[in-house]
């Protein structure tokens, strides 16, 4: 180990992790990179798992643990490397990434983290989509949620040294903790290229428990708002995305007592991203997307409809998500849909009557035959 090639750990949480895991040893071991060690702790498996590690050249650990962040504490505490990134057992690395990881670390001394792009993938590890990352500052990624992915992110040592590690109070969201905890002490510095893939499946705890990771968003967001280095303007708008994103993950969960709550906090000083016609868009974006993957437009649209319902919605929230609508069935030519959710914009919001581009494609609209056709 010198300095210009510094030792680097690579920390895997696993439990009943067989039927990924040879995949992620195998993307470790195949790194053109050296001195590396692969750190795989084990929180007592009864699958296969023990037998894959046995075969493998990854120094284990297997012993009940308290869950995800326990196990990736006790990774840290046996791992010796000044660079250190976590790669969870059903995901894996890019050809190169480690050596593209430290070469940039180099040429960027003063970051505390370098991160690249990152594809989704499916069981069979087929590429469904990119996760295209962006330069990050702490402000970004209190404003945006958690934007780095940690498959294609490498952090120094010091930054899990200042943040204490992991909070093992945490069962979703450890790493949007860590990340901010960094990111408070430390720049981050982007790297072109993908790193890493981040394989979605049934049995992750990100598709089987979505909507439980938003309470602990929240409360990890609300603690990093007590910082002095967050301005109040950034402290203010994180606040309200934070609970909106809260409140629309309980809706799609017809969980409306909580949506209520979240969507009453996100709007009851004003509207998250500046204002009301803009937060419409954003929310329909959102039910497009809900999760790492687009829905179908028939999802999308239930999607909607629960966040539509939910109790004492705002009514300017209301009423522009029925314009965005109304805009959106006009460019499919579904004019029955446009009327229905222009007529209900326009009863909902004075601000929305006072939109002529509205007025417009609803008279038009009932110019329009039932079925659809040209504009």
Partial sequence: ??????????????????????????SVAAQDYAPLEHIVVDGGSQDRTIPLLHGSTARWISEPDRGQSDALNKGLRLAQGEIIGWLNADDTYAAGAVSAAVAHFLAEPAAGLVFADCDWIDAAGRVLDRWQTRPTTLADLLLDGCTIPHQAAFLRREVFESAGGFDADLRYAMDYDLLLKGLRRFPASRAEGVWG????????????HQAAFWPENVRV???????QAVPPAVATEARRRVHLHAGLNAAWAD???VAAREL???????????D????GEHVVAACQRPSYLAVSPAEAETLLGRVQRVPGLHPELAAHLRLVRAFRAWQRRDWAAT???AGAALRGSARVRRNPGLWSVWMRAWLRPARTGRP
């Fill in 197 to 208: 893939s981040l394989r979605v499946w049934a049995g992750t705890k990100t598709h089987q």
């Fill in 255 to 257: 969980d409306d007592q």
């Fill in 339 to 341: 009327r229905r959710h």
């Fill in 1 to 26: 180990m010198t300095p210009d090639r510094p030792l680097v750990s690579i920390i895997t949480p696993a439990y009943n992790s067989a039927r990924f895991l040879g995949t992620t040893l195998a």
């Fill in 276 to 279: 009301w016609l803009a937060l």
């Fill in 221 to 227: 967001v609300e603690r990093a708002l007590a910082w």
């Fill in 264 to 274: 009453a906090i996100a709007c009851g000083d004003g509207p998250p991203f500046g």
